[in-house]
């Protein structure tokens, strides 16, 4: 490996009006390495990637390609100079097949002439093959999964055969075995001298396979550009947030005294569940876990009344439930859904972040006469921003501009603020930063300490271990078994793993 770097940014700064996100920032690319870069939300890691890919112009600072400074005034020069990027939020193109979103910036480059729709599924078929995705090039992306569309973002950056290729929380939506799949594909690509950034809060997966790092804290470099070899974990979350990680994780609670909040007897949906039957007491944390495709997100919708409940029933407090709604589910039941795709169901992205943590207050809030003022939704609301620490210049701020990260701490922040008997919680972690994550892991607790029943769907394994009472495995849309968690985690993801592959009854697994 050569020590002359491919690719470097120098003392980069970036202001925007009344804000300077970057501070004079550094980072160098070697050759055929895998280079993380890591940082709290807020930190600067996405204005970083902009400039690097032409979104945004440096206000000072230089962008140094094979030792010569470059200039790109937009995202296709930067493509035309081989630095592709993976974003964390999905852009593409839901209406056009897979092939045409792979090979879209080829498309747009020769507007006037004719497509030839086999050779452009023919080719689309050999990127797919390369990251293991069985999928039909000429099938609509809106028909994909979430963890599909995400792989297909990944099969763009390659085949546009990029020389630095950023991706930005490529593991969010994967399961484990489609991030080591992911990993693999990356290591050889890596092999072939691509320089990669990796950019992940999944801090195992950084040590797993980085060989170097750059951390920014508030807009600068708390580590610049070293090797990865002796650091740990705790090197890297003290860089990230200037002191050692929090003690936290798993506690028994007892909560078999308390009555059930929610069950579920033998319930079909229009998505295709059957003879699903659990049930979640007042307090409790049910853990819900399934690889991806599992049927965990459509369960979860179904229960909110976004898609029919055709056999079986739900009961809320013992009472069977008529939920035709989501606003039935809200205000007549007290059901909370925090989703797993904010962009799409959990937030109005054009709207102020005040609008958006107070939208499930507004009714209760609005009083006799349906009047409702900004000061009372701020009332409510704000507690919750604060906790869950909301970077945002303002309340009036639209939630576009803000970070994935904080568009996902106002997801959460609503619901805390609308005080639900009974919260859905699908994936709260994708795209949250360490201390942001511990801090809701905590809030997940004590919304339980105070009686609210929750149910927690997470491919994170040990997320899933270090927060639930107990575990429901679902896969195939079947319920295959209960776990009783003791928070041991090698014991505990075995007996998982072992419902998920049918190796086990269906009785509980003992503590």
């Known amino acids: 490996m050569t020590s002359n770097p ?46 690097i890919t032409g979104v945004h112009r440096p206000t000072s600072g230089e962008i140094l ?11 296709r020069e930067a493509l035309a100079a081989g630095i592709g990027v993976v974003h964390q939020e999905r852009n593409l193109i839901p209406r056009f097949s897979v092939a045409e979103n792979i090979h879209l910036e080829q498309l747009v480059g020769r507007p006037l002439r004719p497509i030839d729709y086999a050779e452009l599924n023919r080719q689309a078929r050999q990127w797919l093959d390369e990251i293991e995705l069985d999928v039909d090039p000429t099938r609509p992306v809106s028909e994909l999964s979430v963890a599909q569309t995400q792989l297909v973002e990944i099969a763009k950056a390659l085949s546009l ?10 593991t969010a939506s994967l399961t484990p075995s489609e991030s080591q799949t992911l990993f693999s594909i990356l290591r050889r690509l890596r092999d072939s001298g691509v320089s990669l950034v990796f950019v992940s809060h999944k801090l195992e997966e950084v040590l797993e396979i980085c060989d170097r790092v750059t951390v920014l804290r508030d807009g600068r470099n708390a580590c610049e550009s070293q090797s990865m070899q002796g650091m740990n974990r705790q090197d890297l979350v003290r860089f990230m947030i200037g002191r050692n990680e929090q003690a936290g994780g ?54 909110m009344g976004r898609i029919r409940v055709t056999g079986g029933q739900v009961l809320i407090d013992g009472q069977a439930a008529r939920i035709n709604s989501v606003a039935d589910a809200i205000h007549r039941y007290g059901l909370g859904y925090v989703s797993e795709d904010r962009k799409s169901d959990g937030l109005v992205l054009s709207h102020s972040v005040l609008a958006n943590a107070g939208i ?11 009047r409702l003022s900004d000061a009372a939704v701020r009332k409510a609301v704000l507690p919750f921003l604060e906790q869950l620490e909301v970077k945002t210049p303002s309340l009036a701020q639209v939630v576009a501009n803000l ?3 904080n568009q996902q701490k106002i997801s959460v922040a609503k619901w805390l603020a609308a005080g639900v008997k009974i919260l859905i919680i699908d994936e709260p972690s994708v795209g949250i930063d360490i201390k942001t994550k511990a801090y809701l892991h905590q809030l997940i607790r004590e919304l339980a300490d105070r009686g609210t029943a929750v149910v927690l769907i997470t491919s994170d394994m040990p997320e899933m271990i270090s927060l639930a ?5 679902l896969d195939n849309y079947l319920i295959q078994g209960e776990v009783e968690n003791d928070g041991v985690y090698d014991r505990m993801s075995q007996a998982i793993m072992n419902l998920i592959h049918h190796e086990a009854g269906h009785a509980a697994v003992p503590a």
Do not use: C
């Open 6 to 51: 491919v690719f470097e940014a120098r003392g980069v700064e970036k202001i925007f009006p009344g804000v300077k996100a970057l501070g004079g920032v550094s980072l160098s690319l070697l050759p055929g390495s895998i280079h993380a870069l890591l940082g709290e939300n807020g930190a600067g890691k996405s204005t970083l990637i902009k400039v």
């Open 65 to 75: 390609l094979d030792g010569n400074r470059v200039h790109f005034a937009n995202t």
């Open 161 to 170: 055969r990029s020389r630095v290729l950023l991706l930005d929380e490529p």
């Open 250 to 303: 798993w506690r028994k609670r007892d909560v078999t005294a308390r009555p059930v909040s929610m069950a579920l007897q033998d319930v079909a949906t229009a998505a295709g569940h059957r003879n699903i039957s659990f049930s979640v007491r007042q307090g409790e944390i049910l853990g819900l876990y399934g690889l991806v495709g599992a049927g965990r997100t459509e369960l979860a919708k179904a229960i």
């Open 360 to 370: 499930v207050v507004w009714r209760k809030l609005a009083g006799r006469f349906g």
């Open 403 to 405: 970070s994935g990260g």
């Open 469 to 473: 009472d107990r575990i429901a495995v």
